[in-house]
């Protein structure tokens, strides 16, 4: 694997100050793991706390606006996730292309934003099941790759900086139990970085391209261990360190 193996948890709307123990376990665990980068993206509401309580690993938001301040009721800017402490951003997952009807344009737009204010991203993609029955899945997330990653002014330098990573989530994959077959993972990763080369020229090898979407103890190995598979965006199974140690551990080479 030529890149750091990178480990997230995404708690979606999940969690209050009563699972920072968890964090914290999760947190100790990564000090041992020197060789695997962890995160955790908590809701809004925590990422201060959890900045607080956590040394060795990234703490991240879920999502944030296109611009940078204004009259947009409910939404969190990039620069206000910095000034609460986060250091990266999942965009684009596909609850919020569901949820909130975001588009690959303002995905891209959100990547940009962050970028601007100094995050890493992690651009999230992946087919539905109709879409991978009909034959369509390459199709569709070559698409989602060429429509969202970030282009703006300064794009190039954080993708050659390491500050920029995809995450192949298949819609049918998330919260199911179903895991995506192992060459079907690899076939994606492959197709996603080709176009990353396409988008970024020779930088484009810098973007970690992780798999997300029923992610557990059991298949971690596994996956994590496939061509082209640089680390994990894990939902269910990052709400306990009980959980989700094992991934990183999975991720790692061993416990120092
Ligand atoms: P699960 O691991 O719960 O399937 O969720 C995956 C996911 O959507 C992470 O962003």
């Not at 965009?91 to 737009?109: C, I, M, T, Y």
């Not at 991203?121 to 070559?142: N, P, Q, Y």
């Not at 596994?222 to 990052?238: K, R």
Request: glycine share 14%; with cysteine; proline share 4%.
């Amino acid at each position: 694997m030529p890149h750091r193996p990178y480990i997230v948890g995404n708690w979606k709307m999940n969690g209050t100050r009563a699972m920072l123990a968890e964090a914290r376990a999760i947190d100790r665990a990564a000090g041992r793991y020197p060789d695997v980068q962890v995160a955790l993206a908590p809701p809004f509401t925590l990422i201060g706390a959890l900045r607080e309580a956590v040394s060795a690993m990234g703490v991240g938001g879920q999502d944030c606006h296109t611009q940078p301040k204004g009259a947009h009721t409910g939404d969190v800017s990039a620069a206000m996730l910095v000034d609460t402490g986060a250091d990266f951003v999942i965009l684009g997952h596909s609850e919020r292309r569901k949820d909130h009807g975001e588009g690959n344009a303002v995905v891209q737009a959100k990547a940009d934003a962050a970028l601007a204010a100094g995050l890493a991203v992690i651009v999230c993609v992946g087919e539905t099941l109709a879409e991978r029955d009909a034959g369509k899945a390459d199709k569709v997330v070559a698409g989602q790759v060429d429509g969202s990653m970030p282009v703006g002014e300064g794009a190039l330098d954080a993708v050659a900086a390491g500050k920029v990573a995809v995450a192949y989530e298949p819609v049918w994959a998330i919260g199911t139990g179903r895991v995506a077959d192992v060459p079907d993972v690899v076939a994606m990763h492959a197709t996603i970085r080709a176009r990353l080369t396409a988008i970024y020229g020779e930088a484009g090898d810098k973007v970690r391209i992780l798999y997300g979407g029923s992610v557990n103890a059991g298949n971690a190995a596994d996956l994590l261990a496939a061509e082209g598979v640089s680390g994990a965006l894990v939902g269910g199974a990052s709400l306990t360190a009980d959980a989700f140690l094992p991934i990183v551990a999975a991720a790692g080479t061993g416990e120092a």
